[in-house]
């Protein structure tokens, strides 16, 4: 249960993350077994109520792009394989109640199958997503892409730009920047950011080439404890970050790399201003990773089925680093 | 109305002056005038002595003047005083009679104690913490009796012509039935019984009930209580009426304990040998007590033996103790000499330790349940101890000085070697676990009785509670190709939290007449809080120490937080009329944080009443609040969990509750029916994130103010209690009927839910059969309703079109709470055999917890598994404590 993947935890770099997560729980259940002196385990076959597939609704959107959803079908927990995806239904979209797009499954560019809208969509618009599928329950869900903060900065804080090295010729560049929102709603503070770098690769003769890679980051015990991962490997802020009247956070890129291929040389930012109902999901998702803490009940915004479908409202920065 | 003049004048002393009076329910006080007019009696006295005397009916043919007026005054609180040619008739005057009930042989106070003046009034009253108790009585002769369960009862006069102190030395019975849990019938005959709600319960009860590893535990105790509820086995904490565990205030000697159990629940760290007696209140609180929202279990240490050296040493199959107790500073007293020398300069001490010797188990489970929590390679070593030391000081009749200290702890280790077969080679992990925590408490008590009755307690207080744990972990790789060993990582975390109080009291008891009883006084509290304290280090193979300082300094929680508390309070016993009392009180509480000042407001009133013979009724409003608060990951009463201050964005925690119930105690049974509504009006829950770093099952405390969400809750429930004490018999029966509900905006979308420790139905029975006065049996029968749990039904995959997405499984929560274990239920039984020898007493108990080996889950998890043979839905179900026999000597001189 609780499987948890995607980047969370690896904002302290991934290895150390992975033995942190084997550590916690192997650590958690051997540290209350043993202090409890005589804990055992069975396993036992248990009778939960059994529940009809329902259609499955997930689709985080913002403005000038179409919708792209991903729908399928929930399983029970016993089940193995991938749920099927659904295909021969119909699937439509309206704005501010008004019939807007059919929706068609088209591929990706890496391949997997989201069903799309023609047209892109807008800031403020309320839509409507509605599928039918034959033999299951006509499902529906409705949100709106939040209007975004649009004061949002980043500095870099070059002069405390340090690089360290490992024996092994990995280099890391800890970038410490200061992002500041002006524009800081009194109420609705749902936000996430996501990180990449870019990484000039060294070529002779020089040709530009670069690669683009998720960032880690640290920060301080407060930042990291509010701080969620999410699958969409952007990190998203409790509402209670920005407690004490605070506009900014404080983190410090680690940015890996090696210097006899690469170098880095740009920071992307962006930050995102979410709908209520994307941080609502999402914030229950987090409560899903620890064994015996209590999980929050799933919000579900999708009615008829499961999923979450939600806007987002997006805003990219970028800054230089030095050489 | 007519009077026959037939007096006699002679030279007889006016004590004997010979007069007649005749008279059909006249007035007391025209009879007295009319025989000083007739006889010409010089007279005196006034007239209101005689307002509350019922009109009589005289027949007085020459008799003694003396004799008539004794009689006629019998109805009135007055003297009659002789003087050459007349007659003063005065008031009686109004003393204190206050004193102490003892244990005759040990010294030890008896707390409950029943007093009661047994000629011309009825008056009564019970003993204190302390043994004290005072009464105010009228000038003269006065024959008192003391009476306590389990003991002999004790006479004696009292000529009282000022304020008087005496001492009652009850001699212990073996013979009387002993086992009287809710005394009513005492309660309801003392005019202002100090003992109102709360349930208390002695050693003695509690070593004949069976409990686990044999330990006569106060927190095992007080979960049979009806209305108190505890996770499977005690994991979890006590939850008094739906409430948190960290609502609970646990006082030993006076001082709040922040962790009072050891092996995260299993047992209490109160030690059996130490322990005189216990108090139980379920939110009903008298306003002297604050804090805390739920509840509060008052726990005294004994004081130990002022005539004589003694002791104990048991050892059970888990856990051995010792105490010493005796004398301080003077020889052995001869007891001739103790009633002659009173109780000045008795002068005490008391040493007991305990501790665990566990690793046998431990390692006997490692081998047994290989694969599932202990892996091969596991070297696990726990361990608990405590040490309780009581020493007593009387400088003077009046004063009495007490030093009271605690310490103990838990010790938990565990190495692991453990090694995976990859492609790439062997992967060996060397695993080290090491937690510690404990509690360190100390008081200096002072407690003066003024000659007026007054009793002073004044306390200086001192509790800390602290929480460390270490784990690293070195990960190697053993390469298949190049067989060359290569580091992996190496991985260190160091936690620690604690909280730290220095705070004084001061408690004023006073009965200024003695239908009412008053308490006042006050507390200040200074807190430390140091939250939660986590430092990393990662040393990856080659990796330069900067990194691990750099983010050691990122992550160390440095932050320690004082607050100042204060208190006043006043509460009142008053028997208003017959039979009935009422007892109100007003605590008032602020604290001081981050200059921000809190107030909390608690009244307290509660109404009894006494109905038919045997039985009483009662009904009650309180208000109970708390500025500290436990909050963890696990919100299970952990060690680890956190002990945090309200601050602006952890507001205090209130509660309030009615409570109204009947009691009926015919001879040798009690029947007790009790009903409350319970409303939380702001109860806080931790909100975990799965990315804060966890030791040992501590989380990292960063950012706690703004991990914390408020909401409400609220519980109602209808609690049932039969005992009966039989001549060889005791029974008691109770069962517990209740709904336990959360609410926050932030959980559950905003819906109510079952508490995690709700539980409808609960049911306790035991019964103890005393087959000789050598020998006797014990079981206990416990069953409860499963405890809520949260599980999934169904699954999805979460899956978007973003390049930087993973897909994930995401499990389908319907609602929190929703699903229930399997319900609980086990049987204990014991067997206690006592043999006397000329010097030493031996006791064995041999017993069986669990008897029947019921496995009682205290956690669900699925992880989607299936069977393979059904294809059904599989869950694995952790379970605590399996069959467990019992064996115990002990051995007293």
């Given at each position: 249960?609780?499987?948890?993947r995607?980047?969370?935890?690896?904002?302290l770099?991934?290895l150390?993350?992975?033995?942190?997560?084997?550590?916690k729980?192997?650590?958690?259940?051997?540290?209350?077994a043993?202090?409890?002196?005589?804990?055992?385990v069975?396993?036992?076959?248990?009778?939960?109520?059994?529940?009809?597939?329902?259609?499955v609704?997930?689709?985080?959107?913002?403005?000038?792009?179409?919708?792209?959803?991903?729908?399928?079908?929930s399983?029970?927990?016993?089940?193995?394989?991938?749920?099927?995806?659904?295909?021969?239904?119909d699937?439509?979209?309206a704005?501010?109640?008004?019939?807007?797009?059919r929706?068609?499954?088209?591929?990706?560019p890496d391949?997997?199958?989201?069903w799309?809208?023609?047209?892109?969509?807008?800031?403020?618009?309320?839509y409507?997503?509605?599928?039918?599928?034959?033999?299951?329950?006509?499902?529906?869900?409705?949100?709106?892409?939040?209007?975004?903060?649009?004061?949002?900065?980043?500095?870099v804080?070059?002069?405390?730009?340090?690089?360290?090295?490992?024996?092994?010729?990995?280099?890391?560049?800890r970038?410490?920047i200061?992002i500041?929102?002006?524009d800081l709603?009194?109420?609705?503070?749902?936000?996430?950011?996501?990180?990449?770098?870019?990484?000039?690769?060294?070529?002779?003769?020089?040709?530009?080439?670069?690669?683009?890679r998720?960032?880690?980051?640290?920060a301080?015990?407060?930042?990291?404890?509010?701080?969620?991962?999410?699958?969409?490997?952007?990190y998203?802020?409790?509402e209670?970050?920005?407690?004490?009247?605070?506009?900014?956070?404080?983190?410090?890129?680690?940015?890996?790399?090696?210097?006899?291929?690469?170098?880095?040389?740009?920071?992307?930012?962006?930050?995102?201003t979410?709908?209520?109902?994307?941080y609502?999901?999402?914030?229950s998702?987090?409560?899903?990773?620890?064994?015996l803490?209590?999980?929050?009940a799933?919000?579900?915004?999708?009615?008829?089925?499961y999923?979450?479908?939600?806007?987002?409202?997006?805003?990219?920065?970028?800054?230089?680093?030095?050489? | 109305?007519?009077?026959?003049?037939?007096?006699?004048?002679?030279?007889?002393?006016?004590?004997?002056?010979?007069?007649?009076?005749?008279?059909?329910?006249?007035?007391?006080r025209?009879?007295i005038?009319?025989?000083?007019?007739?006889?010409d009696?010089?007279l005196?006295?006034?007239?209101?002595?005689?307002a509350?005397?019922?009109?009589?009916?005289?027949?007085?043919k020459?008799?003694?003047l003396?004799q008539v007026?004794?009689?006629?005054?019998?109805?009135?609180?007055?003297r009659v005083?002789?003087a050459?040619?007349q007659?003063?008739?005065r008031?009686?005057?109004?003393?204190?009679l206050?004193?102490?009930?003892?244990?005759?042989?040990?010294?030890?106070w008896?707390?409950?104690?029943?007093?009661?003046?047994s000629?011309?009034?009825?008056?009564s009253?019970?003993?204190?913490?302390?043994?004290f108790?005072?009464?105010?009585?009228?000038?003269?002769?006065?024959?008192?009796?003391?009476?306590?369960?389990?003991?002999r009862?004790q006479?004696?006069?009292?000529?009282?012509?000022?304020?008087l102190?005496?001492?009652?030395?009850?001699?212990?019975?073996?013979?009387?039935?002993?086992?009287?849990?809710?005394d009513?019938?005492?309660?309801a005959?003392s005019?202002?019984?100090?003992?109102s709600?709360?349930?208390?319960?002695?050693?003695?009860?509690?070593?004949?009930?069976?409990?686990?590893?044999?330990?006569?535990?106060?927190?095992?105790?007080?979960?049979l209580?009806p209305?108190?509820?505890?996770?499977?086995?005690?994991l979890?904490?006590?939850?008094?009426?739906?409430?948190?565990?960290?609502?609970?205030?646990?006082?030993?000697?006076?001082?709040p304990?922040?962790?009072?159990?050891?092996?995260?629940?299993?047992?209490?760290?109160?030690?059996?040998?130490?322990?005189?007696?216990?108090?139980?209140?379920?939110?009903?609180?008298?306003?002297?007590y604050?804090?805390r929202?739920?509840?509060v279990?008052?726990?005294?240490?004994?004081?130990?033996?002022p005539y004589?050296f003694?002791?104990?040493?048991?050892?059970?199959?888990?856990?051995?103790?010792?105490?010493?107790?005796?004398?301080?500073?003077?020889?052995?007293?001869?007891?001739?000499e103790?009633?002659?020398?009173g109780?000045?300069?008795?002068?005490?001490?008391?040493?007991?330790?305990?501790?665990?010797?566990?690793?046998?188990?431990?390692n006997?489970?490692n081998?047994r349940?290989?694969?599932?929590?202990?892996?091969?390679?596991?070297?696990?070593?726990?361990?608990?101890?405590?040490v309780?030391m009581?020493v007593?000081?009387?400088?003077?009749?009046?004063?009495?000085l007490?030093?009271?200290?605690?310490?103990?702890?838990?010790l938990?280790?565990?190495?692991?070697?453990?090694?995976?077969?990859?492609?790439a080679?062997?992967?060996?992990?060397?695993?080290?676990?090491g937690?510690?925590?404990?509690?360190?408490?100390?008081?200096?008590r002072?407690?003066?009785?003024?000659k007026?009755?007054?009793?002073?307690?004044?306390?200086?207080?001192?509790?800390r509670?602290?929480?460390?744990?270490?784990?690293?972990?070195?990960?190697e790789?053993?390469?298949?190709?190049?067989?060359?060993?290569?580091l992996?990582?190496?991985?260190?975390?160091?936690?620690?939290t604690?909280?730290?109080?220095?705070?004084a009291?001061?408690?004023?008891?006073?009965?200024?007449?003695n239908?009412?009883?008053?308490?006042a006084?006050?507390?200040?509290?200074?807190?430390?809080?140091?939250?939660?304290?986590l430092?990393?280090?990662?040393?990856?193979?080659?990796?330069?120490?900067?990194l691990?300082?750099?983010?050691?300094?990122?992550?160390?929680n440095?932050?320690?937080v004082?607050?100042?508390?204060?208190?006043?309070?006043?509460?009142?016993?008053?028997?208003m009329?017959?039979?009935?009392?009422?007892?109100?009180?007003?605590?008032?509480?602020?604290?001081?944080?981050?200059?921000?000042?809190?107030?909390l407001?608690?009244?307290?009133?509660?109404?009894?009443?006494?109905?038919?013979a045997?039985?009483?009724?009662?009904?009650?409003?309180?208000?109970?609040g708390?500025?500290?608060?436990?909050?963890?990951?696990?919100?299970?009463?952990?060690?680890?969990?956190?002990?945090?201050p309200?601050t602006?964005?952890?507001?205090?925690?209130?509660?309030?509750?009615?409570?109204?119930?009947?009691?009926?105690?015919?001879?040798g049974?009690?029947?007790?029916?009790e009903?409350?509504?319970?409303?939380?009006?702001?109860?806080l829950?931790?909100?975990?994130?799965?990315?804060?770093?966890?030791n040992?099952?501590?989380?990292?405390a960063?950012?706690?103010?703004?991990?914390?969400?408020?909401?409400?809750?609220w519980?109602?429930g209808?609690e049932?209690?039969?005992?009966?004490?039989?001549?060889?018999?005791?029974?008691s029966?109770?069962?517990t009927?209740?709904q336990?509900?959360?609410?926050?905006?932030?959980?559950?979308?905003?819906?109510?839910f079952?508490?995690?420790?709700?539980?409808?139905?609960?049911?306790?029975?035991?019964?103890?059969?005393?087959?000789?006065?050598?020998l006797?049996?014990?079981a206990l029968?416990?069953y409860?309703?499963?405890?809520?749990?949260?599980?999934?039904?169904?699954?999805?995959?979460?899956q978007?079109?973003e390049?930087?997405?993973?897909?994930?499984?995401?499990f389908?929560?319907?609602?929190?709470?929703?699903f229930?274990?399997?319900?609980?239920?086990?049987?204990d039984?014991?067997?206690?055999?006592?043999?006397?020898?000329?010097?030493?007493?031996?006791?064995?108990?041999?017993?069986?917890?669990?008897?029947?080996?019921?496995?009682?889950?205290?956690?669900m998890?699925?992880?989607?598994?299936?069977?393979?043979?059904?294809?059904?839905?599989?869950?694995?179900?952790?379970?605590l404590l399996?069959f467990?026999?019992?064996?115990r000597?002990?051995?007293?001189?």
């Open positions: 249960m609780n499987e948890r995607g980047p969370s935890g690896s904002t770099s991934s150390p993350c992975f033995i942190v997560d084997r550590m729980k192997r650590l958690l259940w051997s540290t209350i043993a202090l409890s002196l005589m804990a055992c069975r396993v036992v076959e248990v009778d939960l109520p059994e529940e009809k597939p329902k259609v609704v997930v689709g985080h959107f913002t403005s000038e792009e179409p919708l792209r959803v991903y729908l399928s079908l399983q029970p927990l016993n089940a193995t394989t991938l749920p099927p995806t659904l295909s021969d239904g699937v439509t979209l704005a501010n109640g008004i019939f807007l797009n929706l068609e499954l088209k591929p990706v391949g997997r199958l989201f799309h809208s023609r047209d892109a969509l807008r800031t403020g618009v309320r409507t997503i509605t599928a039918r599928f034959p033999g299951f329950e006509t499902v529906q869900a409705s949100d709106t892409i939040p209007v975004g903060v649009s004061r949002v900065s980043m500095k804080k070059t002069d405390s730009i340090r690089i360290l090295e490992d024996t092994s010729g990995l280099h890391v560049m970038v410490p200061s500041r929102v002006d709603p009194t109420a609705n503070r749902y936000f996430a950011f996501g990180l990449q770098h870019e990484l000039r690769k060294n070529e002779s003769p020089p040709a530009n080439t670069s690669e683009f998720m960032s880690g980051f640290l301080n015990g407060r930042t990291l404890a509010l701080t969620y991962g999410t699958p969409e490997g952007i998203m802020l409790n209670n970050y920005w407690n004490d009247a605070r506009k900014t956070l404080d983190i410090e890129v680690v940015i890996p790399y090696r210097p006899a291929e690469e170098r880095p040389v740009r920071l992307l930012l962006e930050w995102r979410l709908s209520e109902a994307y609502r999901y999402h914030l998702l987090a409560t899903q990773g620890s064994p803490s209590d999980p929050n799933l919000f579900n915004n999708v009615q008829g089925g999923g979450n479908f939600s806007g987002f409202a997006r805003l990219r920065l970028s800054a230089n680093l030095p050489e | 109305m007519s009077f026959t003049p037939a007096a006699t004048y002679g030279q007889t002393a006016l004590q004997q002056r010979l007069v007649s009076a005749q008279c059909q329910q006249c007035d007391v025209s009879i005038q009319d025989i000083a007019v007739r006889y009696i010089n005196s006295y006034h007239p209101n002595f005689f509350e005397c019922p009109r009589v009916t005289v027949n007085f020459e008799e003694p003396k007026l004794e009689r006629l005054t019998s109805c009135a609180r007055v005083e002789w050459e040619n007659v003063i008739i008031a009686l005057r109004q003393y204190t206050s004193g102490r009930v003892l244990n005759a042989e040990t010294g030890e008896l707390i409950g104690a029943t007093v009661r003046v000629t011309g009034s009825s008056e009253t019970v003993t204190n913490e302390y043994g108790f005072s009464l105010r009585l009228y000038e003269g002769r006065h024959r008192l009796m003391a009476y306590y369960v389990g003991y009862p006479s004696l006069t009292a000529e009282v012509q000022g304020d102190s005496v001492v009652f030395r009850l001699e212990p019975d073996a013979t009387l039935p002993e086992v009287i849990v809710q009513i019938a005492a309660a005959a005019s202002t019984g100090y003992l709600s709360g349930v208390r319960f002695s050693t003695n009860e509690m070593r004949r009930t069976p409990m686990l590893g044999s330990e006569a535990d106060p927190m095992r105790y007080a979960a209580q209305g108190v509820l505890t996770g499977v086995d005690g979890g904490g006590l939850h008094v009426r739906g409430g948190n565990a960290d609502q609970n205030l646990f006082l030993l000697d006076d001082v304990v922040y962790n009072p159990s050891h092996a995260l629940g299993l047992l209490s760290i109160f030690p059996s040998a130490s322990i005189n007696r216990a108090q139980l209140w379920k939110g009903d609180f008298p306003a002297r604050g804090g929202a739920a509840s279990l008052d726990i005294r240490l004994r004081d130990g033996n004589a003694g002791g104990e040493a048991s050892a059970g199959l888990f856990a051995g103790s010792v105490m010493v107790e005796g004398p301080l500073f003077r020889k052995l007293a001869q007891s001739t103790r009633q002659a020398e109780e000045k300069g008795k002068n005490s001490f008391l040493i007991s330790a305990r501790r665990t010797y566990l690793n046998p188990w431990l006997l489970l081998n349940y290989q694969g599932a929590f202990f892996l091969s390679g596991d070297n696990v070593h726990y361990r608990f101890y405590d309780t009581k007593n000081f009387k400088p003077s009749e009046r004063d009495h007490h030093l009271s200290l605690y310490w103990g702890g838990d938990f280790k565990n190495q692991l070697n453990q090694t995976f077969s990859s492609s080679g062997l992967l060996n992990d060397q695993y080290a676990l937690a510690e925590w404990g509690n360190n408490i100390a008081a200096l002072w407690n003066r009785t003024f007026s009755g007054i009793f002073v307690k004044n306390i200086l207080r001192y509790s509670f602290y929480y460390q744990s270490q784990q690293d972990l070195l990960s790789l053993f390469s298949f190709t190049s067989g060359k060993r290569k992996v990582a190496n991985y260190a975390q160091r936690y620690q604690l909280i730290e109080d220095v705070s009291q001061t408690d004023w008891e006073f009965r200024p007449f239908e009412l009883e008053i308490h006084g006050g507390t200040y509290a200074f807190h430390t809080f140091k939250p939660g304290a430092s990393v280090n990662f040393l990856l193979p080659g990796q330069s120490p900067l691990a300082d750099s983010l050691t300094k990122a992550l160390f440095r932050e320690r004082p607050a100042d508390e204060f208190s006043l309070y006043a509460d009142a016993a008053w028997a009329w017959k039979g009935g009392r009422l007892e109100a009180g007003l605590h008032i509480s602020s604290f001081e944080i981050r200059n921000r000042t809190f107030r407001l608690q009244p307290r009133l509660r109404l009894s009443q006494r109905v038919l045997y039985g009483q009724a009662w009904a009650g409003y309180h208000r109970m708390q500025f500290l608060h436990q909050v963890g990951t696990f919100n299970l009463n952990f060690p680890f969990e956190l002990w945090v309200t602006p964005r952890a507001l205090p925690e209130e509660a309030w509750q009615v409570s109204a119930g009947i009691g009926w105690a015919p001879t049974w009690t029947l007790r029916i009903g409350y509504h319970k409303y939380l009006s702001r109860v829950a931790f909100v975990s994130s799965t990315t804060a770093l966890l040992a099952g501590a989380e990292d960063s950012g706690w103010e703004d991990r914390i969400i408020a909401g409400t809750g519980a109602k209808l049932l209690t039969v005992e009966g004490n039989l001549s060889h018999t005791n029974l029966l109770s069962y009927l209740s336990s509900m959360r609410q926050f905006p932030d959980l559950n979308g905003g819906l109510a079952p508490f995690r420790f709700d539980r409808p139905h609960v049911f306790n029975f035991s019964v103890r059969q005393r087959l000789t006065s050598w006797d049996i014990s029968w416990v409860a309703s499963g405890n809520p749990i949260t599980l999934a039904g169904v699954k999805f995959r979460h978007t079109h390049e930087t997405a993973s897909p994930r499984e995401v389908v929560y319907g609602s929190i709470n929703s229930r274990l399997p319900s609980y239920h086990r049987l039984v014991s067997c206690h055999l006592r043999f006397e020898g000329r010097k030493f007493q031996h006791e064995i108990l041999v017993g069986a917890y669990n008897a029947y080996n019921r496995a009682n889950p205290f956690f998890y699925l992880d989607g598994s299936a069977s393979p043979e059904t294809g059904r839905l599989t869950a694995t179900q952790y379970i399996p467990l026999p019992e064996l000597y002990t051995f007293r001189f």
